[in-house]
């Protein structure tokens, strides 16, 4: 299968490193500057191969290749009108989050890719974690018995040089803040986990330490869900002195379950009600990543690849990108008007919040 990259900053090697750990023929990367394609080609020695072409232009490179597979990498705000590009032409895509930035944009996402039959997954890869998929397989069991609530907490660290690396950081039109940069795969698992039906949000966010980004640095919200459980979220960007931890805690009438780590990739806490012996092997579960993006990334081309390839919806869709940022457009409404948010919620875009700092 033929496969593109575009956008060669910070996340790309995660694209790259799965591309090549699923066999993908790479036949082009696309960044505006040089010095990223090679950069990134290099660390995964591929710097040499002359079947890879690179592009500054990502139009002439869809133009000119056809790729069946693109994954987009690019400054955010720059997701939904790439991903637009390519699905208009025939082009699956994965695009990384979050998969726009307004809810009018992944409405037309999701519309151009059932026009044009082409798959679209969003890049939550966290959702492929060994703790995570865990904790599913034993929701969807009916586990848990009736869910009373839960929460997500990323309590991370991103000091003035990581934006400054990136001027694009921080910014509403082409990031937002710590919730949509940092926070939303964590946000999407507590959506995905909790039932998805959400009825309302009641959200509060606070730039404070940095105040030369434009967006918030702390966000927190009640969540209401139409099955009666509520939630709770913590994001932020202000831990010192660097990443303490992403986890997930997830409360039943018969079972309980933290999963812990940098990246959710950890479990803490494994208690069910009709406990087995194979349960033993979830508690104190650790799993092994590089670095706070985890190892996901592969196991989400894969699943793409087999969705082309059979025809069916990738695992994590275009409408699981559109409900993750939906939730964060949601507390972003919240703090700017000061009231609870209800859902579904009306077209919002982060641009929206200029000047709320």
């Not at 010192?240 to 997930?248: A, H, I, V």
Request: proline share 2%; hydrophobic share 40%.
């Amino acid at each position: 299968m033929r496969y593109a990259l575009i956008g060669c900053g910070r996340i790309s090697t995660n694209h790259i490193k799965a591309a090549v750990n699923n066999k993908l023929e790479i036949v082009a990367v696309c960044d505006i500057i040089l010095e990223h394609m090679d950069a990134v080609l290099d660390k995964h020695g591929l710097k040499e191969e002359a079947s890879i072409k690179r592009y500054t232009d990502y139009k002439q490179m869809i133009d000119e290749l056809k790729p069946e597979l693109v994954s987009i990498a690019t400054e955010s705000g720059l997701h939904g009108e790439i991903a637009i590009y390519c699905i208009e032409r025939g082009v699956n895509v994965i695009i990384e989050k979050p998969m726009a930035m307004s809810l009018a944009e992944a409405d037309k996402i999701i519309e151009l890719a059932e026009k044009y039959h082409v798959k679209v997954s969003a890049c939550h890869q966290n959702r492929f974690n060994v703790a995570v998929q865990e904790m599913r397989r034993a929701l969807e069991e009916g586990r848990f018995g009736k869910l009373s609530h839960g929460s997500i907490h990323v309590r991370w660290n991103r000091n003035q040089e990581y934006y400054t690396q990136a001027p694009w950081r921080g910014t509403w039109a082409q990031d937002g803040g710590a919730l949509m940069n940092q926070c939303i795969h964590g946000i999407d698992l507590l959506r995905w986990m909790m039932g998805d039906d959400v009825e309302s949000v009641y959200g509060v966010t606070k730039q404070q330490f940095h105040h030369y980004l434009e967006a918030e640095d702390i966000g927190m919200a009640v969540v209401k869900f139409k099955n009666g459980a509520v939630a709770t979220i913590e994001g932020t960007t202000n831990v010192y002195p660097q990443n303490l931890e992403e986890t997930l805690y997830l409360f039943g009438e018969n079972g309980t379950v933290k999963l812990g780590g940098k990246s959710t990739n950890n479990i803490d806490v494994w208690n069910f009600a009709d406990e087995t012996d194979a349960d033993s092997k979830n508690k104190g579960l650790e799993e092994a990543t590089s670095n706070v993006y985890g190892n996901g990334h592969t196991s989400l081309f894969a699943d793409v690849m087999d969705a082309i390839e059979k025809d069916r919806a990738p695992y994590v869709d275009a409408y699981a990108g559109r409900r993750a940022l939906e939730m964060i457009l949601a507390i972003y409404k919240s703090q700017k008007t000061g009231e609870i948010v209800k859902f579904p919620l009306s077209d919002f875009a982060s641009t929206d919040m200029k000047g709320e700092f």
